[in-house]
C-alpha cells in the first residue's frame, strides 16, 4: 500500500497545537490553558490502586495478555456492556491500548484502506486528519455551525448543529468510516440523540463504520446526558467506542485507553496491535481495573468519582466564563469536554493587523500575541479544521477549564490585569 511520506505527516502533526506548547514554554511567568489535562491531584483510589500496581504482585512486573491485562478486559466488558446493553465478550470484543490516541491509530490502520474516504466533523480533535492521510485515506470534512443567538445572549455549543443536507451528501460509495467525537474537543457539545440517529440512519444505510471517541463521556454538564451512538438499534455491529483511562480518572499521563466493538471489526485491530505495541504496561492496566471496580460499586451514587468530577469541572469552566467575559471574549458555553472556545471578533475588528505572516489565521497570531503581551495560553481553533476551511474559524479560541482553583484565580490576575489595561 503507498502511504504518504513520513516527513510529510510529521509536519502536518507539528504544525499543530505543539507550536503553541512550545511557544508558552519560551516564556516567562505564563497560565497555560491550552493543553487539556489537569493539574489537581487525581482521586485517592487510583493513586493507591497504582501503589498497589507496583508494590503488590511482583508478577504485574511481566507481559499480562497482548490484548489486554484479563482484570481489566472483564471489568471494561463488563460495566459498559451494561451501558451499551450489549454483552460483551472480554476477549473479542475489547481491546486495551494505548491511550485513545493509541486507539484512535489502531482503528484508523486497521480498518482504512487507501482511496478510502473518511468523514470528520469540524472542528475536530486535531490528529484525526493526519491519521487518515497515514492510512492512505481522504479526509472528507463537514462543519457543525451555529445558529443565530439572542443579541447579548452567551452563544452555547448545543447550537452548533450539522446540516442534515449537507451531511448526507458527503457519504458515497467511497466512504469507509465516520468519526464521532462526543462531548467534542475544541467545541463541548454533546450531541443529542436526534443528531445521533441521523448519523446512525447514514452509517447503516451506506455501510459505513462510525469511529465513536467519547473520552469525555463523564464529563457532562446543565443536566445534559451522553449518549454512546453504539446503544442505538443496529449500530453495535458497526461501531468502534473509544474510552480512556486519562479523562475517566484524571490521570493522562498513565496512557490506558481502550476500543470496543464487534469482533468482525475487533479482529483487523487486534492485528495490528500485535504487530505495532503489542502489548501495553501491566502495572497501569491493574490500577484502571481496580478503579473500575471501585467505581461500579459507586455508580450512579454521590460517592461516585462519576458524579463529584463533573460536578467540579463544571464550577471551574463556570468561574472561567465568568472571568473570560471580563475583557470582552465571548466563550461559547460548551456541555461537556475539559474544554470551551471563545469569539475573539471585537478584538480582530480592533486589533485587525496583529504581527504574522500573511496567510496566518487571525486566532493563531491572536494567540501568540496573547501568549507574549497578557502571559495566558490558548488554543486557535483553525488548527481543528482543514485547511480551506479555517477562515472560517479563525475568530475562535480554545480554552481547557480543567483546572486547579489556583491556577483559575492566576488567569483572574492575569484578566484583571487585562480588563485594567482597556478601562480608559
Keep these: 500500500m503507498d502511504h504518504p511520506p513520513s516527513d510529510f505527516a510529521s509536519q502536518l502533526c507539528f504544525s499543530h497545537s505543539v507550536e503553541f506548547v512550545k511557544l508558552a514554554s519560551e516564556e516567562a511567568d505564563i497560565v497555560n490553558l491550552g493543553q487539556g489535562f489537569p493539574d489537581f491531584s487525581p482521586p485517592e483510589f487510583a493513586v493507591e490502586a497504582f501503589q498497589h500496581a507496583v508494590s503488590g504482585d511482583f508478577m504485574l512486573n511481566q507481559y499480562t495478555k497482548a490484548f489486554g491485562y484479563p482484570p481489566l478486559t472483564k471489568i471494561l466488558a463488563s460495566f459498559f456492556g451494561k451501558l451499551l446493553g450489549q454483552e460483551i465478550d472480554p476477549l473479542k470484543n475489547v481491546l486495551v491500548t494505548v491511550g485513545a490516541y493509541g486507539a484512535l491509530f489502531t482503528a484508523f490502520q486497521a480498518l482504512v484502506d487507501e482511496g478510502d474516504e473518511v468523514i470528520i466533523i469540524e472542528p475536530f480533535f486535531d490528529c484525526y486528519e493526519p491519521m487518515t492521510l497515514m492510512a492512505g485515506g481522504r479526509p472528507v470534512f463537514v462543519p457543525l455551525k451555529p445558529s443565530p443567538t439572542q443579541k447579548g445572549e452567551p452563544d452555547s455549543s448545543s447550537n452548533w448543529q450539522l446540516d442534515p443536507t449537507e451531511l448526507a451528501s458527503k457519504f458515497t460509495s467511497r466512504t469507509k468510516a465516520f468519526i464521532l467525537n462526543t462531548p467534542n474537543n475544541p467545541l463541548g457539545k454533546v450531541f443529542s440523540r436526534e443528531e445521533l440517529e441521523l448519523v446512525a440512519s447514514l452509517c447503516q444505510q451506506h455501510d459505513v463504520v462510525c469511529i465513536t471517541d467519547e473520552v469525555y463521556q463523564w464529563l457532562v ?6 449518549i454512546s451512538i453504539a446503544s442505538l438499534p443496529g449500530m453495535w455491529e458497526r461501531t468502534l467506542t473509544i474510552g480512556s483511562a486519562g ?7 498513565w496512557k490506558v ?3 470496543l466493538g464487534p469482533d468482525s471489526l475487533m479482529k483487523h485491530l487486534r492485528t495490528v496491535h500485535q504487530n505495532s505495541i503489542y502489548h501495553c504496561p501491566t502495572q497501569g492496566q491493574a490500577a484502571v481495573a481496580q478503579s473500575f471496580e471501585r467505581e461500579q460499586l459507586h455508580f450512579g451514587q454521590p460517592s461516585s468519582y462519576f458524579v463529584q468530577l463533573p460536578q467540579y469541572i463544571q464550577r471551574c469552566r463556570d468561574h472561567m466564563i465568568q ?9 461559547v458555553i460548551p456541555q461537556g469536554s475539559y474544554f470551551l472556545i471563545t469569539d475573539i471578533s471585537d478584538f480582530k475588528n480592533k486589533m485587525p493587523d496583529l504581527p504574522g505572516a500573511a496567510d496566518e489565521p487571525y486566532d493563531k497570531r491572536f494567540v501568540k500575541w496573547m501568549i507574549k503581551n497578557k502571559g495566558l495560553v490558548a488554543i486557535p481553533v483553525s488548527i481543528f479544521c482543514s485547511v480551506p476551511h479555517q477562515k472560517f474559524f479563525d475568530h475562535y479560541i480554545r480554552f481547557c477549564f480543567v483546572k486547579d482553583e489556583s491556577t483559575l484565580r492566576a488567569m483572574d490576575q492575569k ?3 487585562w480588563k485594567a489595561e482597556l478601562t480608559p
Design 221 to 226: 454538564f446543565d443536566g445534559f446526558q451522553h
Design 247 to 253: 479523562k475517566t480518572f484524571s490521570v493522562t499521563g
Design 257 to 259: 485507553g481502550w476500543v
Design 323 to 331: 472571568s473570560l467575559q471580563s475583557v470582552g471574549l465571548r466563550p
Design 415 to 417: 484578566l484583571q490585569k
